[in-house]
Structure formats: C-alpha cells, structure tokens
C-alpha cells in the first residue's frame, strides 16, 4: 500500500569489499500502478484470466506507461477484445508527483496492481424504510442503497477537481486502514474509527466525493471484496416531524447496516449527508441559544429527542468501528453545528472550499473538452493548465488575437497562437468565476446557461448553406456540421459569468 518502494540493488562482491558511491548502482523506485479494467457485460471470462492476460499484455507490449491514460493495443487480443470494454491506468500517487520523476513511467519501475471489475446496470438507488412508520401509517424512507461499482458513476472520480490531493489522501487513509485490519493491530493500544468528515460550503463537491470513492474503493478492493454497497442515509427523514421516534429509527437502522456488515465479502460505505441535522450540538442547544427555548423544562423536553439521536448514532458507530469491511463518510455545510462528540470520533476532517483559479480552469476545460468530443463546440485544442500558465507568462510574445466573431481564424492566425488565445481567456475566465465565488456545482452548469441565453436553442439543428463558390464552410461562428467556435463559447459564458455577478449583486440587496 506504500507510494514507493525502494529497491537497491548490488553484488555481493562489491559489498564485501566496500565499494564507493560512484560505483554503486543506484537504489531502483519502483511505483505502484494502478490499473482498472471494465468488464463487459456480456463477458464469459473468468476475472483472474482477465487479470493474468492484463498482466502480460502490459508487461511484454509495453515500456512505458503514462499516468494516468486510457491505455489500447490490447483490443487484438481475442479474449480480452471479447471480455474488456476499457484499460485505464489511473491517476500517479502523490509522491510521484511531487518529485521529479515523469508520470511517464518505464514499466520496469511499476509495480502492477490489476483491478478487474463488472459495473451494475441496475437503477442507481432502492430505497428502503427504517422500521417504523410516521404519523397515519406513513413510512419513514430512512435511506437508499446502491450496488456498486454503478455505470452511472464511471467518470464521477476523475471529474472532480480540488485544490490540492484530496482525493489521494482519503484513497491513502482507507490503504492504511486495511494494513492495520489485516495486521490485526491491537485497538486497545492502536484506535480508528472508520469516520470522515467532509465540510465546507455548499456545492464544493462534498456529496460527490463521498459517492466517488465509494465507486473507486468497490473497484480497488474488488480483489478482496466481491461485493460493494453505498447507503445514504436520509438525515431529514430520520430526524423528522415524528422526532420523538428518531433515536429507535436510528438503532433500526443501523441494525440493518450491521446485518450487511456481517457478510465478509460486502464492503460497506455509508453516507450521511448533511450529518448535522443528526448531530446538532447539544452544548449549544442546553444553552438555550435556540429561539423556540422558552423555559429550562421546555428546553429539556424539546431536547431529549436530540440527544436520543446523537446518543444512539454514537453508539452505532463505535459498534461499527471494529468491522474491517465497513467506512463512514459524512458531509456538512455547517460544521459549527455538529456535536463534538462526533467530531471526535472523525479520522479525517477534511475541508472542501470553493475552487481556486486552477481548479476552476481545469473544470472549464473538462467542460468544453466533452462538448468539443460530442460535436456541440468544433475541433479545438484547449491548453493543459500548465500550457496556458506558460503562455501567460510568456503572453507579451502573443500575435495579435483574432476577432471575437470567431471568423476566419484560419487565416488570421496560426493554430498554435489560436491554442495561446483560448488558454488565455479561458485563465482570464477562471479567475472572474473566482472572484464571484462560483462552486464548482455552478461551473459546470455555465455551458448550458451560455448555449440557452447567449448562444441559440437548436442552433446545432441549422442547416446552412455554402457560400457562393461552395467554399463556406461557418457563418457567424456557426460550423456547417453544426458545432460552434470555442470562441463563442468562451464569449457565451463570460456574458453568463457577468451576469450571475449582477444578479448576485441584486440579491444580497
């Protein structure tokens, strides 16, 4: 599980007979790759066939392995052409990152890790009740259960974009939990709980993540784990209108998570979503901050189903945290709310703030890149961020930028430049999304807003005709195939961004 090991290879000879550093051959890293491969299916293989196949495709038809990268070449071979929709080898670990070394790796420095996988088709959610019923027979939907891996959350991880690893510093936390389980490690004298905390304001990406690496972790874990489950749990509804019943919904409710737990081969996430409207604070609450506290003995009345709830979720979880197969993610857009208690039982608090310019450039990017693939913008190559953090930096040896309309580009300018001009506005955007305070959740709906507001409903649909000479091939930005200029994109959303600056403007009046 470790991001490295460190290899040193010497003859004996030469150990025996001290030799000096500048005839010692240097101590060879090698880095674990991870590589996951989909499953049709339709697949009649069996996993460790597949895996053995990867295996020696990997290491016998190539020598260097990019990361992370969608990887071919192997579709020539018949069972894995039959078997395998797709070859991915995953994003570096961190330490890889921050040395040096490319994320180019020779395949002789990797050490393989194979994931095979089948993704559910099934209906993302069931939902299911806790085992009591509301007021005239209504039932509690207390939570949702989704198999997992689930088609419908491939891409969820890498489409999530953060300032920092965050995603690589959970991913090493449940490494180091199951080093820890597996090597039997005294709780007594060694303690974890199983419980992130994830908070922040709203719409950072909280609730996604939490879904994410429960997809990442059914695939990584596949090996050990036949079987993965999310349960989201419904906070509103367990802490709802018939709160006198919350705390017995809460035991039923994790008596069916335990029973789930007692199959080995299952491995369980749970999520608890908005975590506060169970765990609000009762110091607080017994100070008698809250409005609706008239007397000492009304407060105490109103408050002991809270503290039925807390009390019986603290209970739950220390029960859970002894099972190897099981992991508590919790979310919160008020963290100040939350009971300490709780808090203290959290391994992880991980705060998820709003993106920073580089991250936003990355999601703007992710944007355009899949409408570019769907054929909604025209053929364009927008900039990594390090290319357009280059061509900012150099942006004083830019040739003059081609008109807005986005017309004849061809002519005006090379395509290099062209490339320099979109990363350059598409910087300059990023960093006005920052300033508004845009999460990541309002980014990725701006291309929408542009193509509705700025840019034509059913302007894909429009046929239009060529030029006199038959040589026309766009009309105002417009390509003949449909698609548009990713300069009237960038044009469309930078109109959207000043315009949520207006309204926001209005709203806080």
């Known amino acids: 599980m470790a991001d490295e090991l460190d290899v040193t290879m010497s003859s004996p000879s030469r150990a025996r007979n001290g030799g000096n550093a500048s005839t010692t051959p240097k101590a060879q890293t090698i880095w674990p790759v991870h590589i996951e491969v989909r499953v049709a299916p339709t697949a009649t293989a069996r996993f460790d066939t597949i895996r053995n196949l990867v295996q020696n495709y990997l290491t016998t038809s190539l020598s260097h392995v990019y990361l992370p990268s969608t990887l071919t070449g192997w579709e020539d071979h018949p069972v894995l052409s039959a078997s ?7 994003e570096p670990p961190a330490s890889l990152l921050a040395s040096s070394v490319s994320p180019s790796l020779p395949i002789e420095d990797c050490a393989l890790q194979i994931h095979v996988y089948q993704p559910s088709d099934t209906d993302a959610f069931e939902e299911f009740d806790g085992g009591g019923r509301g007021g005239e027979g209504e039932e509690v939907m207390a939570a949702s259960v989704c198999e997992l891996p689930s088609r419908g959350w491939e891409g969820l991880w890498d489409s999530l974009i953060y300032e920092g690893d965050v995603k690589g510093r959970l991913l090493d936390y449940i490494y180091a939990t199951v080093v820890f389980s597996d090597a039997d490690v005294d709780f007594n004298v060694v303690s974890w709980n199983r419980v992130v905390l994830l908070h922040g304001p709203p719409g950072t990406g909280k609730t996604s993540l939490c879904r994410a690496l429960a997809q990442k972790l059914s695939i990584r874990l596949s090996h050990r784990y036949p079987h993965s489950r999310l349960l989201e749990i419904n906070s509103h509804s367990l802490f709802s209108r018939w709160f006198s019943e919350s705390g017995k919904l809460v035991q039923r409710l994790f008596s069916t998570i335990m029973e789930m737990v007692e199959d080995e081969e299952t491995f369980v996430v749970v999520l608890i979503d908005e975590v506060e409207s169970l765990t609000a604070a009762r110091a607080g609450a017994m100070a008698g901050t809250e409005p609706s506290d008239v007397t000492t003995r009304h407060r105490v009345i109103n408050l002991l189903p809270r503290f039925q709830v807390v009390n019986a979720l603290l ?9 190897k197969n099981v992991l508590i993610m919790s979310t919160s857009n008020l963290a100040k709310a939350i009971d300490s208690a709780f808090v203290d039982r959290a391994d992880i608090i991980q705060y998820i703030d709003l993106p920073p310019r580089e991250a936003i450039y990355d999601i703007l990017r992710s944007c355009l890149s899949e409408l570019v693939h769907k054929g909604i913008v025209c053929d364009a190559d927008v900039p990594t961020l390090t290319q357009a953090q280059m061509y900012e930096r150099t942006s004083a040896y ?33 960093e006005r999304c920052r300033e508004q305070g845009m999460s990541g959740r309002a980014l990725r709906r701006l291309p929408v807003l542009a193509h509705a507001r700025y840019i034509g409903i059913g302007i894909n649909h429009l046929a239009i005709p060529n030029g006199i000479n038959g040589h026309s091939k766009k009309m105002n930005g417009v390509h003949k195939s449909g698609g548009t200029d990713v300069e009237m994109w960038l044009d469309a959303m930078e109109k959207v961004v000043d315009n949520h600056a207006l309204e926001k403007g209005r709203f806080g009046q």
């Open 398 to 430: 830019l040739s003059p930028q081609p008109q807005a309309d986005g017309e004849s580009h061809d002519e005006e300018v090379s395509k290099k430049d062209r490339n320099k001009v979109v990363g350059l506005r598409l910087l300059k955007l990023a």
């Open 84 to 90: 395998v929709e797709r070859i991915v080898a995953a």
């Open 315 to 323: 209970t739950q979880l220390d029960k859970l945290k002894h099972r």
